[in-house]
Structures are given as structure tokens and as C-alpha cells.
């Protein structure tokens, strides 16, 4: 059983429309998180989720949109797409805040055309 | 704000100790150090973790000297299949920095 998964694996799209990326996890953890890795791949954390609740919101623009309709889901939602967004979005979860041991999902990448 | 460097890359022969190092100068007191491994088209996977001294697990070991403002981790006897990139991690409460990753290529 995967652990971490996210839906789409690829999403190719063009700028100004609206997506959504699935994240789901079945390892009983209280803590999601969403991070943007980049052509450089560089790794920076977006949001982060406790018990549905949001306790990271980096600066990140207000386009994105996390939600969290239970622990085991975070879901992210970008409006008004632009070629600067393209990158791998990936999901992760640990079993609570701070330094835990995250694991992360297989990644979404995210191509704006 | 608190930047995380690595080397960008190294590359090794089959059976060398690989040591990889993460420079974090402005570490905080309760920051952990964490280290991960990323190989194409997966998410990073969690090696090992320490707030300082030495940690060693099944796979790799951490050393933090007590400054705590950098860290090395050490890969025994490496073989083609730890070729990845790897990322460092100071964590602590609402703080999540990766460091630049570097990318190790094991050669036979």
C-alpha cells in the first residue's frame, strides 16, 4: 500500500487557468505538508497542516490554496496559473510537528504552458 | 533568515566512504538536523536525524560538532544504487529549511 500518494503524477496546463493536486495519506499521521521543489531542484516548504488546521503559510501567492478536509488528505488548488508555477509539488506527512521523520509522496509535475 | 548550503556535487567510487557536508550558521537552539535521499522522479526519502554529537544507523552515519553550525553526513562503502541527491534539513518548530542538495554519483 502506497503511503503517500498524489493524483495527477502530470499536469500539463495553460497559464491562467485553475488546478487542483491531491495528496493522501494512510499512515495515521496528524501533519501534512506541501512543498514547490524547482528546476534547480530546490526544496521549499509551502504550507503545512496539523490536525486540519494550517500552521505554516510561507510566502507563497494567495493563488495557492491549501485545504485539508480531514488528517488524511491535503489538498492544494492553484487559480490564474503562470510559467513561474511549474515545478514538482510535492506531499508530505509525519507524525506530528517539528523535526519528525516527513514522508513524502511521489510528486506532481506541474508544467504551465 | 537561515540558509542551509551543500556542496552541489561529488563523485565516488563503489566501495568508498562518501562524507557529504551541510553548512547552517544560523541553526537554532532547537533545530534538528535531518538528512534525505532523492533519487529521479521520487519523493526524498529520510536517512537519518541528530541534534549533535554522532547518530549512526543501518545505512549512514551524522556527525554535528557542538558549534552545531554544521553538519557531515557519512555514507560506509557506497555502491551504484546510492547514486541521489541529497538534502540536508534544519527542522524545528514551524521551520522547515532544506538545504541546496547535493548530487553524489557512485561510479564502478
Known amino acids: 500500500d502506497t503511503a503517500v500518494s498524489q493524483t495527477p503524477k502530470y499536469l500539463v496546463t495553460q497559464m491562467g487557468n485553475d488546478k487542483s493536486i491531491k495528496c493522501e495519506q494512510n499512515l495515521g499521521h496528524d501533519t501534512m505538508y506541501w512543498y514547490k521543489q524547482d528546476s534547480k531542484k530546490f526544496l521549499k516548504i509551502m504550507f503545512s497542516y496539523n490536525n486540519k488546521e494550517l500552521i505554516i503559510n510561507e510566502t507563497v501567492p494567495n493563488r495557492f490554496s491549501p485545504k485539508s478536509p480531514d488528517k488524511a488528505h491535503l489538498n492544494l488548488h492553484i487559480n490564474s496559473l503562470e510559467l513561474g508555477d511549474s515545478a514538482v509539488y510535492f506531499c508530505?506527512?509525519?507524525?506530528?510537528?517539528?523535526?519528525?521523520?516527513?514522508?513524502f509522496g511521489p510528486g506532481t509535475r506541474l508544467t504551465v504552458l | 533568515l537561515a540558509k542551509t548550503t551543500q556542496p552541489i556535487s561529488m563523485d565516488s567510487y563503489e566501495g568508498q566512504e562518501v562524507n557529504i557536508t551541510c553548512s547552517h550558521n544560523?541553526?537554532?537552539?532547537?533545530?534538528?538536523i535531518t538528512w534525505y535521499q532523492q533519487f529521479p522522479s521520487q519523493g526524498p526519502r529520510f536517512i537519518i536525524q541528530g541534534y549533535k554529537t554522532k547518530v549512526t544507523n543501518e545505512v549512514a552515519s551524522l556527525f554535528i560538532p557542538a558549534d552545531r553550525k554544521s553538519s557531515t553526513l557519512s555514507l560506509p562503502r557506497v555502491s551504484l544504487s546510492d547514486t541521489a541527491v541529497y538534502y540536508c534539513?534544519?527542522?524545528?518548530?514551524?521551520?522547515?529549511?532544506f538545504g541546496t542538495g547535493t548530487r553524489l554519483k557512485v561510479l564502478a
Open positions: 508530505a506527512s509525519s507524525s506530528g510537528q517539528g523535526a519528525k521523520e516527513q514522508f
Open positions: 534539513l534544519a527542522s524545528g518548530t514551524y521551520k522547515y529549511i
Open positions: 544560523n541553526i537554532a537552539t532547537n533545530d534538528y
